[in-house]
């Protein structure tokens, strides 16, 4: 039987295959070429982050450190060792050294630490520091704190603790007998133990004056174990208050600065620390010296005589931005008769004259005096540019004839393109601003602003890439 076939209808040729794995790599390679044509040809904005923060301004003196302490003096001559390290603590008559006149129990002393490379925990920590002190402070300029970290350094290895050593001083009067003659001096009072001492130790706030703040006139002795001393010749330094000052000089312009100043707080250089001190002025001799008083700190700072500290007397806390992202504007003082709004925009502007036409211009930074005014300005703003009333063309005024002041904003970068905010700049310094907007919706925490707005323009599109 016979199949009927009329009703097929035959295409010519393969119906063809949309592959949309192509489409799709196709779109991709577009996507990549407009990007990396941007990339090399377009106009690249980098921006930052606003962040809180505060810019501290510091007055920076070298002070005189004045502490209650005591010399206390050998009467013996010979050797000094020393059973307490310094910058311990020693109790009212508690053998601090001793003179070790015939020389034989420092002989033995050393050869029992002859190849002892292993340290007590309380030595590794007392290193530590000592070490991680001197790194916080170092100044290539104070040679003389590179020779006292020697001396500590060295009565630290030396000094294993007071208990061995007086355990080898035991041994050493029961072998040798007579031939040990060691003296011992004691702490007179409780007090932090120094191995140094100058010509200013004991001296008052009062007896401080000009040349005192010489350090080339200042004589320095440094002491450790195995120093030979004659009798009358210091032994160690006792500190024996915590409460202590420090004296700066001060010029006529600082002084009147702080006159006011009852409280102030001090950095201190070397670590870095900070501490609060009563304030006064004192005046000798037609020179004029700042005395602070501190109850703390004195323990680590018991071995300098010269510090350089810091008066924190300005802090201000804000919205912090780097320099770089200021721009400083022009506005001008336009009389509340010329200033008005336009259509559905609420935002006040003016009418310019613009040949024989008039057109309306908003403000783009402004602020509005108390009388209605307004400090202002606007696209194309100069003093050649002529601003209408808004109810009579015929009157107008010239921007040369406005009163003019300085303002400061910074380009908003959140939308893909810029926008001028204007901002009241709080404190500067040579890297960062502390701002605060002068609308509050504005500009807020975390919010982006381009990093270097010289050179940026208001609406400029943003390139991310």
């Known amino acids: 039987m016979r199949e009927n076939n009329d009703k097929i209808t035959r295409f010519p040729g393969k119906i063809p295959r949309i592959h949309i794995d192509f489409i799709i790599l196709v779109l991709f390679f577009i996507y990549i070429v407009f990007h990396v044509v941007s990339l090399f040809s377009g106009n690249h904005i980098p921006v930052t982050e606003v962040r809180q923060g505060q810019i501290v301004e510091n007055d920076n003196l070298r002070a005189i450190a004045i502490r209650k302490e005591t010399l206390v003096k050998t009467d013996s001559s010979g050797q000094v060792v020393y059973l307490i390290p310094q910058g311990n603590v020693a109790a009212k008559n508690s053998q601090v050294s001793g003179i070790d006149r015939t020389g034989a129990f420092v002989s033995t002393l050393k050869k029992q630490n ?66 040990v003659d060691f003296t011992p001096i004691k702490a007179p009072t409780e007090g932090l133990v120094c191995l140094s001492y100058d010509d200013l130790s004991g001296i008052s706030a009062d007896q401080v004056g000009a040349d005192s703040f010489d350090p080339s006139r200042l004589n320095t002795q440094q002491l450790s174990s195995g120093q030979s001393l004659s009798s009358g010749d210091v032994a160690f330094r006792l500190v024996t208050d915590d409460n202590w000052q420090l004296v700066c000089q001060l010029n006529d312009k600082m002084a009147e600065r702080l006159k006011d100043k009852s409280v102030i ?8 620390t900070t501490a609060w001190a009563n304030a006064a002025i004192s005046e000798r001799q037609g020179r004029k010296y700042l005395v602070l008083s501190l109850d703390d700190s004195m323990d680590r700072f018991a071995e300098s005589r010269f510090l350089d500290i810091g008066l924190m007397l300005d802090q201000v806390k804000g919205l912090k931005v780097p320099d770089s992202s200021l721009v400083k504007k022009i506005l001008y003082h336009i009389p509340s008769e010329y200033v008005t709004t336009s259509g559905s925009s609420k935002k006040p502007g003016v009418y310019t004259k613009d040949g024989s036409e008039s057109l309306f211009r908003k403000f783009r930074l ?19 540019t002529i601003i209408l009333k808004p109810d009579s063309a015929s009157v107008s005024l010239s921007l040369s004839d406005c009163d003019v002041k300085k303002t400061y904003g910074v380009y908003l970068a959140n939308k893909g393109y810029t926008q001028l905010i204007q901002v009241n700049l709080l404190y500067r310094n040579n890297q960062y601003s502390i701002i605060e907007p002068v609308y509050n919706n504005q500009l807020r925490l975390y919010d982006r602003v381009v990093l270097k707005a010289k050179g940026v323009k208001d609406g400029q599109m943003l390139n991310d890439n």
């Open 366 to 384: 402004y602020q509005k005096a108390a009388d209605g005014s307004y400090w202002a300005s606007f696209s194309k703003a100069d003093n050649d």
């Open 114 to 179: 002859e190849g002892k490379e292993e340290l007590s925990d309380i030595q590794r920590e007392q290193l530590v520091e000592l070490l991680s002190n001197f790194n916080k402070g170092y100044s290539p300029n104070s040679f003389s704190e590179a020779y006292q970290l020697l001396q500590s350094g060295a009565d630290i290895l030396n000094i294993a603790n007071g208990d061995r050593i007086k355990s080898t001083l035991s041994e050493v009067k029961k072998d040798s007998g007579s031939d």
């Open 265 to 272: 707080e001090i950095r201190f250089e070397k670590d870095h």
